[in-house]
């Protein structure tokens, strides 16, 4: 087939993109797509396989559901252009693109196809829609779909489905421009079914690169009942707008170009995209596709795709080690992806008013997941990234006096808990990334810590600080969690402080990072929600809230996954738990009553906190090293659930590579055995004075679940602790964990 050959054309030179497998975590929930989109881009072009009947059980109006594509799902009804990847709630999925032959149809569960011979790569998604022989080739730019639709002789036409998409908005624009070119806007918004008042328009623009012979849009309109529908003849049925060239609104629309081919033709459909206008649409897919043909455009992509992925060499393991490895690397640079257009312009915060900037600007902070891990490797790996994406949380505090939770599009969803944003802040610039507005970061994370009336970050604050704690009465779920959540936010302002000389405020804040004690049942020796009274929440059962249970004291969690969150104080934890003995007893105990869950941030560090035990490291390394081989494999199921925006993907890149940032905003590794030989890290020279860090293990790969570590040497000089700081880590040339 046409698209192997490009495939295997490209591929030849690119060695780190040939290790990725997009199919990986389109199962199991992890959320993830194939589509093609190039590095952070604000278009993909997804195979949409999520709706109709014949998609049961996994189909999106029958469940929870928030993915364009499902890989067990055969029916396939369209091509969307933006697209979420690895989130928890149903958004976007979006402008669906359709080839079909024969006849004209407008309704997606007749129009519908099964798909085979489906090939994916970082930048491409190619498929065969069985019930008309036509070959789908797709690829994309950052702001720009491109799709190369193979079809065979005969009537032939292409969909623009406006009606289809995942999220629950409706609304919609269409524009015939001519026989090449469509124009118009779909509404979305309301992710998590949360704030339908900040729902926002996506503009776009279409080119074809064959003029259409027919064409026109469709309209189906809502059926009405009563007195006045016995005089619709029309009521509830499509109508067809034949060469029409002025704009239709409507909720169920879409528009068709037609043809009728001689012989076998293909024919290449460009969608724009922009969430500012109609003009920038076109802009955008001008500047970045115009006099370039799909396999330029292919050949572009891939090599920005290989360029990032090839920052980290790995050297030893298994094929498929290095491709759930490159797959995990390929994830983490999907989100948070482009927000401006080509010239700049950009919705701002809430009021979507028009901004430029110079930098990029980017959205999709899903930061409650975030801020345990993606953010401090993006620091590592891709130092001006994150320095981009802390700029765009500043602009967001700008713009709406707050800094972003969980921002979306240029809305902020509010979705889960907590006060995440400064958490990312100060350890970013804790790890040596200060480009940014240092000051002002400073500013808005203490807003967030202070402000006691209508603080959207911190509810219940006035509370915390008085007692130290939420209470139940407080909030109506996750009194515990939202505390130890607060307490980690206090933790960052206070590493920030210091290192500003702001002793005062060091102090303060310090305090206020360790309140989550107050919440420690000595009885139990495990975290429970207090009354406001300061009694004890009873009855108090700590396995409940595990799998979305409502819990008074967790939210999506149990006091056994939320514990032992609180990396940065974890030797008084231990104290706390009577001892180091106690300490690995209990942890051992979430693992061995399978109260450890692998998909769920709160206790995504648990297997590290062994480390903190003198003479218990050897557990981190037989946990960590189950855990990569339990849940991570090179298969659609192969993550342990939803992605997370790449959360859960940084959790096994730096598990794989030995080190993990078991404490946020506290530039330290810790360190376990590396699943490579070699890994070499190309350190970006405007952030770094090195080229390359090195980290080296002798494990053979026939003992890698056997062997522990016997020593740790730094520049093959021995290193007596599992901990290492990131300045000693990025300043030395080479990390060698020798193992036994």
Request: charged letters at 20%.
């Amino acid at each position: 087939m046409i698209f192997f050959c490009v495939l295997g054309h490209w591929g030849l030179a690119q060695k780190q993109i040939d290790y990725v497998n997009p199919f990986i975590g389109t199962s199991n929930f992890g959320a993830t797509n194939p589509g093609a989109i190039a590095p952070r881009g604000m278009v993909s072009v997804s195979p949409f396989n999520v709706a109709g009947p014949q998609n049961l059980p996994l189909e999106k109006d029958s469940g929870w559901l928030s993915t364009p594509y499902v890989n067990e799902n055969t029916f396939l009804t369209g091509f969307s252009h933006v697209n979420l990847s690895g989130v928890g709630c149903p958004d976007l999925g979006v402008i669906l693109t359709m080839p079909t032959t024969g006849d004209l149809e407008t309704d997606y569960k007749k129009y519908g196809s099964t798909h085979s011979f489906e090939i994916a790569k970082p930048g491409y998604y190619g498929t065969t829609l069985n019930k008309y022989k036509v070959k789908v080739e797709t690829t994309a730019s950052t702001r720009t779909g491109i799709s190369k639709y193979h079809f065979p002789s005969g009537k032939a036409n292409i969909l623009i489905n406006l009606g289809l998409g995942l999220t629950n908005e409706e609304g919609a624009m269409v524009k015939i421009v001519s026989p090449t070119e469509i124009e118009g806007m779909r509404n979305v918004g309301s992710f998590c079914y949360y704030k339908p008042e900040e729902a926002y328009p996506v503009y776009f623009v279409a080119k074809f690169s064959k003029p259409a012979s027919d064409y026109g849009v469709w309209k189906k309109p809502r059926t009405y009942c009563g007195p006045e529908a016995q005089w619709m003849g029309y009521n509830g049925k499509t109508r067809l707008y034949k060469q029409y060239q002025k704009e239709v609104v409507g909720d169920s629309i879409g528009t068709y170009f037609s043809y009728d081919f001689i012989e076998p033709t293909e024919v290449e459909v460009k969608i724009g995209v922009s969430y500012i206008s109609i003009e920038n649409a076109r802009e955008n897919l001008e500047k970045e596709t115009q006099g370039l043909a799909f396999i330029d455009i292919y050949k572009n992509t891939s090599t920005q795709w290989n360029d990032l992925l090839s920052k980290i060499e790995v050297e030893g393991g298994s094929k498929d080690d290095k491709t759930i490895f490159y797959t995990a690397l390929y994830h983490t640079l999907i989100h948070p992806n482009t927000l401006n257009d080509y010239n700049g312009e950009y919705p701002s915060m809430a009021k979507r008013q028009t901004m430029t900037t110079q930098d990029t600007r980017f959205t999709v902070f899903s930061l409650w997941d975030t801020y345990r891990n993606l953010h401090a490797l993006m620091s590592l790996v891709y130092p001006k990234q994150q320095s981009d994406m802390v700029k765009s949380m500043l602009h967001i505090y700008d713009e709406s006096g707050w800094l972003p939770k969980w921002e979306l599009n240029a809305t902020e969803t509010t979705t889960m808990v907590g006060d995440p944003a400064g958490i990312i802040l100060a350890d970013t610039y804790l790890r040596g990334i200060k480009d940014f507005d240092i000051e002002k970061a400073y500013e808005a994370m203490r807003k967030s810590a202070t402000q006691l009336d209508d603080n959207p970050l911190r509810p219940g604050i006035e509370d915390y600080i008085k007692k130290g704690y939420l209470s139940t009465k407080t909030i109506e779920s996750g009194s515990v969690s939202t505390t130890q959540e607060y307490n980690i936010s206090d933790f960052a302002i206070a590493q920030l402080a210091k290192a500003l000389g702001k002793t005062n405020d060091y102090k303060l804040f310090s305090n206020r990072s360790i309140s989550y004690r107050k919440l420690f049942d000595k009885t139990l020796n495990l975290l429970r929600p207090k009354n406001d009274d300061g009694s004890w929440h009873s009855p108090f059962n700590p396995d409940t809230g595990a799998n979305f249970v409502k819990n008074f004291g967790f939210i999506e969690g149990n006091s056994w996954q939320y514990t032992f969150m609180v990396a940065h104080d974890t030797k008084y934890l231990m104290k706390m738990m009577g001892g180091k003995k106690q300490f690995v007893e209990k942890l051992d105990e979430v693992f061995d009553k399978k109260q450890f869950d692998m998909a769920n941030e709160p206790d995504i560090a648990y297997p590290y906190l062994y480390n903190f035990a003198e003479g218990y490291e050897w557990k981190t390394q037989e946990r960590v090293t189950q855990l990569i081989n339990t849940y991570f494999t090179n298969k659609p199921a192969g993550l342990p659930g939803n992605d997370d925006t790449g959360t859960m993907s940084a959790w096994l890149i730096y598990s794989m590579m030995g080190i993990y940032p078991v404490s946020p905003a506290d530039p330290i590794y810790t360190i376990t055995k590396p699943v490579f030989n070699k890994i070499t890290i190309h350190l970006d020279k405007r952030y770094y004075k090195n080229d390359s860090l090195v980290i080296t293990s002798n494990t053979p790969e026939n003992e890698a679940n056997n062997a522990y570590i016997k020593e740790i040497q730094i520049n093959g000089k021995p290193h007596k602790s599992y901990f290492i700081t990131h300045d000693t880590l990025i300043n030395a040339n080479t990390l060698s964990i020798i193992s036994k």
